[in-house]
């Protein structure tokens, strides 16, 4: 089986002062191998609780996951060596340098040492990480913390990638040389998931597009069905408009 990672009804919800929260009402979507699959929303929408489901730091109240068809309920060691995620807490060991980082959660995984080495080699390259590696975390750049976290969550060579808002505060140049490596995963066949706000990214990287409003996936397709199917020229305004008219319809 190829890398694919689906959701199906997840359902998760949260205790306020308000009462019960559901903050995932029955996601469901796919994420197919060789894609980048975006998850696209408003603030509070339930992307990052979805994500956090999906690689098994939360359990779903209701519904289903499954990850190259193993389900995290049952074997979530397993899953969690087919997946690398960048979460949406990215903090590095401030005291070790970007290789000791990245070669400690290599160990994690259980790789021996030439392994981790080589696989090391390859994602400083791909990175353009080699101006840092060998200095201490403390007084890192948010892209060289950001390149860190990503090197660290694909040590292990994982067919499943998960990154939560990667370009988040980054500079142009950093954020163009992380779209390019996200390309870059791509043709290698990996399945990608990337939640992001920016809208330019998603039209620019993304093969497959889920908007999710509160909770609930609203609408899926790529770029050019969402503007269609919203009637718009340009995907922001599709996004806008299909956003409206799911919560108009939920009010």
Do not use: W
């Amino acid at each position: 089986m190829g890398a694919v990672i689906e959701a199906r009804g997840l359902v998760k919800t949260f205790k306020s002062r308000k009462g019960v929260v559901r903050a995932v009402d029955g996601v469901s979507f796919r994420a197919e191998q060789g894609q980048i699959t975006g998850l696209l929303g408003p603030n509070g929408a339930g992307k990052t609780t979805t994500l956090r489901m999906l690689y098994t730091l939360m359990r779903p109240e209701a519904g289903s996951i499954l990850v190259d068809g193993l389900d995290p309920a049952r074997e979530p060691e397993k899953v969690r060596a087919r997946l690398g995620v960048l979460p949406d807490a990215r903090g590095i060991y401030k005291r070790l340098t970007a290789r000791e980082n990245i070669a400690y959660f290599g160990r994690l995984h259980g790789l021996d040492e030439g392994t981790i080495a080589k696989r090391i080699a390859i994602l400083v390259e791909k990175l353009g990480m080699e101006d840092f590696i060998d200095r201490l975390g403390e007084g890192y750049s948010q892209g060289q913390r950001t390149k860190t976290a990503i090197a660290r969550a694909l040590i292990h060579d994982p067919p499943n990638v998960i990154l939560d808002e990667p370009t988040n505060g980054l500079d142009v140049m950093t954020t163009r040389s992380l779209r390019d490596f996200l390309r870059s995963l791509r043709a290698e066949g990996r399945c990608v998931i990337l939640s992001t706000h920016i809208m330019q990214e998603v039209a620019l990287l993304c093969d497959h597009i889920v908007i999710i409003a509160k909770g609930q996936v609203v609408a899926e397709g790529s770029a050019e069905e969402l503007r269609a199917q919203a009637g718009c020229e340009n995907l922001e305004d599709a996004f806008v408009r299909l956003i409206g008219s799911a919560e108009g319809l939920s009010a």
